[in-house]
């Protein structure tokens, strides 16, 4: 093992990037870079959140780099999760960028950059692996020399995820043309026995497993049933201002997720709506309650997987999130840097109907189900995709 990859070297480096000098390696993420690294191995990492996968990928692109390696390609779910991610790298010097629909004037900039290995790490989003005009102007052009392959949230990739995006299966047939001395290295939070089994197999048998335990210690959690959302409005109003910190209230729609923030503002509580229909306030809210100018997001479920405040003193859920799996996504981003924070839980009548009207419409109409099905039956021989699509003008 060269110095530059002993233990204390990159204890360091994580001391940087976390600004912490008393800071240490979490329970096997020294062993996970050394997979990564000195093994040139995949890895499957289930680790409760806040344990620091990033942490893991960034130090592993560094030392990678340092090697004579080429850039890491990260696909992940989220802009919130790319933005905060560029700028943890930043702190260790490893140069990040990402392509997205929201900096298409930077996409030329970034590509000449990228061809000239100046980018350490390329953070996409799984729908932009879809897209032909990335896959030949970006892509494959550095194919052949990419330094190693992350699927963060990588429970998207399995069909029996809480969050399954069709386009992650893509990432299969991009990791069986890698080479096998190139490293994989596949995170998540909330990965039951089904989905790790699943992301195994779409990843490769061979791939490694560090899994741990996922109780957050810090975390004081409560459930209160307050049955109208007018008696939960009167009680965040009322308790909001007790809470340590910062923090984040879940709502299940935007509408609620509005409605509770004005009524906040309305008491003099400095808190801000957040939901997907935002686009450019967005990065601003995320920066105001990363640097606690504010005291809570209202949020829907835009606000999840991979927003990384340390110090978040408190998540209330304004109703009952539509899983277990849901619920510990969006509550473990509470406490991740102190002792004490609080989960809590208000759950009210309404929440079982919100629920069900989620599900029933993430099913297409009955009659369109029909309409796919006669047409199936009446091909002896199958329908392509392509054709099925001409066929129901859809």
Excluded at 165 to 193: E, H
Excluded at 342 to 366: H, K, M, V
Aim: glycine letters at 6%; a positive charge.
């Amino acid at each position: 093992m060269t110095k530059k990859f002993s233990k204390e070297n990159v204890l360091n480096l994580l001391r940087q990037a976390l600004n912490n000098t008393t800071a240490n390696f979490h329970s096997e993420q020294w062993e996970a870079i050394e997979i990564l690294v000195l093994k040139r191995a995949r890895l499957l990492v289930v680790q409760r959140t806040g344990w620091g996968k990033s942490m893991v990928y960034f130090l592993a692109t560094r030392l990678l780099r340092e090697q004579g390696a080429g850039p890491t390609l990260l696909v992940s779910p989220l802009l919130a999760l790319m933005r905060n991610q560029i700028e943890a790298a930043q702190r260790i010097n490893v140069k990040a960028a990402t392509v997205n629909s929201t900096n298409q004037k930077d996409w030329q900039i970034i590509r000449e950059q990228l061809l000239l290995n100046n980018i350490d790490i390329l953070l996409i989003s799984p729908e932009r692996l879809a897209n032909d005009d990335f896959r030949e102007k970006m892509l494959l052009p550095v194919a052949d020399r990419i330094g190693l392959f992350v699927v963060d949230e990588a429970h998207c990739i399995s069909d029996w995820g809480h969050d399954f995006r069709p386009d992650y299966r893509r990432i299969k047939r991009i990791v069986q043309a890698l080479p096998s001395n190139i490293p994989v290295l596949a995170t998540t939070a909330t990965a039951n026995n089904r989905v790790v089994a699943d992301i195994q197999t779409q990843l490769g048998k061979n791939i490694n497993l560090l899994r741990g335990p996922l109780a957050r210690t810090s975390l004081q959690l409560q459930t209160i049933h307050i049955p109208t959302t007018a008696a939960r409005m009167a009680w965040l109003a009322e308790h909001l201002p007790q809470l340590a910190g910062s923090g984040i209230i879940y709502t299940l729609t935007v509408r609620d997720s509005q409605r509770v923030a004005e009524w906040l503002q309305a008491c003099g509580i400095d808190a801000h709506a957040y939901h997907a229909n935002l686009k450019e306030e967005r990065e601003n809210l995320e920066q105001a309650l990363l640097k606690n100018q504010l005291k809570a997001l209202v949020a829907t479920s835009a606000l999840g997987m991979g927003f990384d405040k340390p110090d978040m003193g408190f998540v209330i859920h304004f109703q009952r999130p539509g899983s277990v799996v849901h619920y510990y996504q969006q509550v473990g981003r509470a406490g991740r840097a102190l002792e004490q924070a609080y989960g809590i839980l208000l759950s009210g009548d309404e929440d079982q109907r919100i629920t069900d009207y989620f599900i029933n419409t993430a099913f297409p109409p009955q009659a369109h189900i029909n309409e796919v099905l006669t047409a199936l039956n009446q091909a002896e021989d199958g329908l392509t995709q392509k054709r099925l699509k001409n066929i129901l003008r859809v």
